[in-house]
């Protein structure tokens, strides 16, 4: 699928999309493996297979609709992120775009440290495994109860982000008879190129503390004389779904320019600067997401340069990607039901899941792809919207696509991209059952997070 301006203007199928046209790809069935996860691909009978099994069998063990998580391409994902940024770099996952207790395992077993941001995702990884001190705990109000789990379990850091929760968390550190090491969340004002909603550096919002008037200084300045502190670091986190390298640039230099402050006022060297995560990935065709180490060294070099500038020994990097690991690493995978053609329009395809599976359509203007997957098809390309079973007119999983005109119900369709932010987002809309997440690796598929059953939903109303 195409998304560039067609060189011949529109042709009879082609769509308006966000100002460009849509064409259809050469051939429908050949799966884009910048969209895919790495072991997908289409056996002898045009099904798509992943860790070699195809997903009709797939379909009929699990159901449908489904999330179905590439493990190798997972673990791949880990080691290249670490191998780029090496040993002398943390790598920090971020659980929010999603956490499961074999998550953790898998990033336990590759090297990886994890982010986590509620009592929820600390439990998570405490109860699979991770040892607390890889563990940074984020959020932009932090109960005092979380922060007591947080620092009672030893969490390597917390990263602090506001002047109240510098006071709470050094407060009960000291109840706890605890130094606990903590960054400090800076806003360093760029603009990331992303969507308002996923944006985080610019200042008219609620993260961090703004380096602008001096705030994010006052705050080291406080922190520094708490005695339950450690002040370890600067951390910052422009957005997310970023592809342009110009924003962390930017941020870099800034949070070296802070930690130069520091040193200046304080005596102080911090040993530890932390970029946040964001990087974006091919949802698709059009996308061209980074390579980690290209990210890598684009950062290492910047904070390397502007240290040297500013006298200052380079700090360690830390990095907190979530998207950029799990997000190509899943497909749902959905039965199609209706079919209903509007003449002259597009074809609405509505699937057993929707908006409760995917809401990053309908909230952020998401773009994905799609595929018939449970075979393949020589009909024309006709023009669909991916629509869900909810009542309520937003709930579009796939906007704009073409799948091939003699789709039919029954028909097995795939999502690819869908790993990050989909079942960690997942709603209950309409009493719709959460679908389970199901692991692949070398021919067995094993479930991760089960589907939700009407009797768990009946089990949290109590009448
Ligand atoms: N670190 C911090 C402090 C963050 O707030 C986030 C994401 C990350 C790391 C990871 O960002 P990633 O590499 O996954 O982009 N629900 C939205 C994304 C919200 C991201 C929130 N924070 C979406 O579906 O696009």
Redo the contacts with the bound molecule.
């Keep these: 699928m195409s998304r560039s301006a067609h060189p011949a203007g529109p042709r009879h199928a082609d769509v308006m999309s966000e100002g460009h046209y849509l064409a259809p790809a050469d051939d429908l069935n050949v799966l884009d493996e910048k969209v895919w996860s790495r072991t997908v691909t289409r056996d002898e009978h045009g099904a798509v297979t992943v860790g070699g099994i195809p997903v009709s069998r797939l379909a009929e063990e699990f159901g449908t609709p489904a999330y179905f998580l590439d493990e190798a391409d997972f673990r791949d994902r880990c080691r290249a992120w670490s191998d780029a940024f090496g040993p002398g770099a943390d790598v920090?996952y971020?659980g929010?775009?999603f956490l499961s207790r074999a998550v953790v395992r898998w990033l336990k077993e590759e090297g990886l440290n994890l982010?986590v941001?509620s009592g929820g995702e600390l439990a998570t990884a405490l109860d699979a495994g991770m040892p607390a001190e890889r563990i940074a705990f984020?959020g932009n109000n932090k109960t005092v109860e979380e922060i007591e789990r947080a620092v009672a379990a030893g969490v390597g850091r917390i990263?602090l982000d506001s002047f109240q929760e510098i006071v709470r968390v050094a407060h009960v550190a000291q109840s706890l008879g605890r130094r606990q090491r903590v960054q400090i969340?800076v806003t360093v004002g760029v603009e990331a190129h992303t969507?308002e909603?996923?944006a985080?550096a610019h200042e008219d919002q609620k993260?961090g503390i703004a380096l602008a008037g001096g705030q994010a200084a006052e705050a080291v300045r406080r922190a520094l004389t708490l005695d339950g502190l450690e002040v370890v670091g600067i951390?910052s986190?422009i957005?997310?779904?970023?592809f342009d390298m110009a924003g962390f640039e930017v941020s870099a230099r800034r949070v070296v320019r802070l930690l130069a402050e520091v040193r200046d006022e304080h005596g102080v060297e911090l040993p530890e600067i932390d970029l946040?995560?964001?990087?974006?990935i091919a949802y698709t065709s059009d996308d061209d997401p980074r390579e980690p180490h290209e990210i890598a060294k684009s950062l290492g070099d910047i904070v390397t340069r502007e240290c040297e500038a500013a006298g200052l020994a380079t700090p360690r990097i830390s990095v907190?990607?979530?998207?950029?690991?799990?997000?190509p690493t899943a497909f749902t995978l959905y039965e199609v039901g209706t079919i209903k053609p509007l003449e002259g329009l597009r074809t609405y395809v509505s699937v057993d899941g929707g908006m409760s599976d995917n809401?990053?359509t309908a909230?952020?203007d998401?773009e994905y792809s799609v595929s018939l997957a449970s075979r393949t098809s020589d009909a024309e390309p006709m023009l669909v919207r991916v629509v869900g079973k909810h009542c309520e007119s937003g709930d579009i999983v796939v906007k704009d696509a073409y799948l091939p005109a003699d789709l039919a119900p029954g028909d097995l369709i795939a999502v690819p991209a869908t790993g990050?932010?989909?079942r960690?987002?997942a709603s209950n809309y309409n009493h719709a059952l959460r679908p389970p997440v199901v692991a692949v690796r070398d021919g067995e598929a094993r479930v991760i997070v089960r589907r939700e059953t009407e009797e768990d939903l009946l089990r949290l109303d109590v009448g």
């Design positions: 920090f971020a929010k775009a982010d941001c984020h990263v969340r969507h909603f996923i985080t993260f951390h986190h957005g997310s779904q970023i946040g995560g964001g990087l974006g907190e990607p979530g998207r950029a690991i799990v997000g809401i990053r909230l952020y998401a990050a932010y989909c960690s987002m």
